[in-house]
């Protein structure tokens, strides 16, 4: 289990939260899988988020894998994407149309 290396130990309280909260949301959600980002965005540079990955990897499917590197990348993905041109018109839209609804 992932929270064993989040907390050392996985002990009743935190396998009942987890199956509490899985039952709530999404499989690329569980709390497992956002575990195992914290644990790898929580390394010490490349070289110790990739040991990490891997530490989790070896508990994971390969469809858990993948959500995993997907959310951790879903930051540098947001800024490449509002960076974009499209985005900048969408904002300046967005900014006008807040003007117009105060008035």
Not at 23 to 48: I, N, T, Y
Request: charged share 35%.
């Amino acid at each position: 289990m992932i929270e064993r290396k989040i907390f050392g130990v996985a002990g009743e309280k935190v396998v009942k939260l987890c199956a509490a909260w899985n039952k709530m949301l999404p499989d690329h959600l569980s709390l497992e899988l956002l575990m195992c980002c914290m644990f790898v965005h929580q390394g010490k540079g490349a070289e110790d988020k990739l040991r990490r990955f891997e530490d989790c990897r070896k508990e994971l499917t390969k469809e858990q894998a993948l959500w995993v590197m997907s959310l951790l990348m879903l930051e540098k993905v947001v800024d490449l994407a509002s960076e974009s041109d499209e985005a900048q018109t969408f904002y300046a839209q967005v900014k006008d149309a807040d003007k117009e609804t105060r008035h």
